[in-house]
T-cell receptor
Framework: NAGVMQNPRHLVRRRGQEARLRCSPM?????VYWYRQLPEEGLKFMVY????????ESGMPKERFSAEFPKEGPSILRIQQVVRGDSAAYFC???????????FGEGSWLTVV | DQQVKQNSPSLSVQEGRISILNCDYT??????FLWYKKYPAEGPTFLIS?????DKNEDGRFTVFLNKSAKHLSLHIVPSQPGDSAVYFC???????????FGAGTQVVVTP
């Protein structure tokens, strides 16, 4: 499967725990994007990364959220001390360098109980 | 600041008829527009795109129209099929930006 791979698909965390969502971009893609979809809402941009660089994190909440895309390995979206309001679907997308279309993974559904 | 707006949250259309989905944007810097389709519990899949140098792009049953002066684009699906029942998102970006802004989505239901 050469598509964008996200895991886990479903994650349940208790309030105060940490959530880590992973994303492996499509082969040949060096740009990664994270979007969040809250219940009954559209896709909200969170962060845009290239290898070892955060290009735009204007959509990231100021606290508890962080993202990285290391030289080796998948991109990781990390949410510390989760709260119920973090329950959402988190979608990763990728694009090639200079690409103008992004391709999404299947999403990771976070439920905070 | 919602720069891409889909004002119709839902649309019901009969099988075989035309579905028309609308999208408006406020940022005149946007120069590339995309439509995505999303089924429940799946990621959005790319459908069709259009550059601002064009006013129409067609791919099979899907046609996207762009009216730059009105900052408006639309997606036409002809003929509509039951498998087209999904949420459709429009998105916009600029060549130099790398960030894609999405609308809130329109739920399309195609009835027999």
């Amino acid at each position: 499967n050469a598509g964008v791979m996200q895991n886990p698909r479903h994650l349940v965390r208790r309030r105060g725990q940490e959530a880590r969502l992973r994303c492996s971009p499509m082969k040949g893609h060096s740009h990664v994007y994270w979007y969040r979809q809250l219940p009954e809402e559209g896709l909200k941009f969170m962060v845009y990364l290239q290898k070892e660089n955060i290009i735009d994190e204007s959509g990231m909440p100021k606290e508890r959220f962080s993202a990285e895309f290391p030289k080796e390995g998948p991109s990781i979206l990390r949410i510390q001390q989760v709260v119920r309001g973090d329950s959402a679907a988190y979608f990763c997308a990728s694009s090639p360098p200079a690409g103008n279309t992004i391709y999404f993974g299947e999403g990771s559904w976070l439920t905070v109980v | 600041d919602q720069q891409v707006k889909q004002n119709s949250p839902s649309l019901s259309v009969q099988e075989g008829r035309i579905s028309i989905l609308n999208c408006d944007y406020t940022n005149s810097m946007f120069d590339y527009f995309l439509w995505y389709k999303k089924y429940p519990a799946e990621g959005p899949t790319f459908l069709i795109s259009i550059s601002s140098i064009k006013d129409k792009n067609e791919d099979g049953r899907f046609t996207v129209f762009l009216n730059k002066s009105a900052k408006h684009l639309s997606l036409h699906i002809v003929p509509s099929q039951p498998g087209d029942s999904a949420v459709y998102f429009c998105a916009a970006t600029t060549d130099s930006w790398g960030k894609f802004q999405f609308g809130a989505g329109t739920q399309v239901v195609v009835t027999p």
